[in-house]
């Protein structure tokens, strides 16, 4: 009965000192992938960046038991971030208080559908995908993410309608561009584009993220007008259910309804694009959608945003040589030492 509630647990079944030295070394593996990474993703949604660090750390711990496959990493996702983004900005200013508290409703909404299906029995669904429709719908997102940062890149904030006008808009205030903030840009995406080529096992976003760090204090380079994230929280948020606003709940409800199904079918894909015949057992997509919902569920109570598995972690996972989802818990233990102890 026990492994049913919690097959998670099952990987744990014959578990070695080896599993754990290789689920430790990839857990903190992740762990340091995810600290700027779940903070741009939350800035990517209009949301302070501690909410990213706050969704690292809770629902995967609960994934780890409730989920069924070992090969994927949940936190959160850049094609979450944009359908958050481009969902809510319409109902309210991103950043503002009334922002924030949607997207804390959004998130338990999404995870309340996930397991509302999951116990249903939708899981079958999967088998209905359309492998172009997937394929377009990431690439498109990917376009929308980069058209979504180049006024960061460049320091220049314009009025747009779509990605097209962006990029028309930021050439016409060419002269405009900071140049310091284009400096910064073109240094680190030149660095992680070296170093993913030449030296593909060093943490180079944690390099990059302390690198910067260090050179924003030493240059007071928000003195000189690039933006700079001034502080971040310490110590996690307290324990609340969020408070739902029932005026906005239509309108919230086909955002979730869309985050919460592209957030199942991405990981059912990851799932399933790394399954191998000698694994032995196999990702229940039912089961799934119940330890989506009720991770998304609590990350709700914690100020978290909604979260799915990540292609780039979870090829990093395997890489990395992760074996059962102690490597989750390993990452969420270090993102928390983080947010209590690193983040002045």
Known sequence: MLYKLLPGLLWLQGYT?????R????????GVMLIPQSMGYAVLAGL???FGLYAS?????????????????IGPVALDAILIL????????????????LAIELTLLVGLIQFLFGLLRFGFIVNFLSYPVVVGYTSAAAVIIIGSQLQNLTGVHVDSANVLDLCYQLLLNISNWHGITVGISLASLLFIYICKRRMPKVPNALILLVGTMVLSGLFHVGQAGVEVINSVPSGFPAFQFPNLDFDKFGEL????????LMGFVGTMSICKSQESPKDKRSVQPNQELVALGLAN?????FRSFPVSASFSRSAALREAGALTQVSAIISSGLIAVTV???TP
């Open 17 to 21: 000192t080896h599993t754990l030295k």
């Open 23 to 30: 689920d430790v070394v990839s857990g903190l593996a992740i």
């Open 48 to 50: 302070p960046p501690e």
């Open 57 to 73: 750390i809770f629902p995967p711990l609960l994934y780890a038991l409730l989920g069924t496959s070992n090969k994927i990493s």
């Open 86 to 101: 481009s969902g809510l900005s319409v109902l309210a200013e991103p950043g503002s208080d009334q922002y924030l508290q």
């Open 253 to 260: 409800l086909p955002v979730a309804f869309t985050v919460a």
């Open 297 to 301: 569920a609590l990350g709700a109570m």
């Open 340 to 342: 209590l102890f690193l």
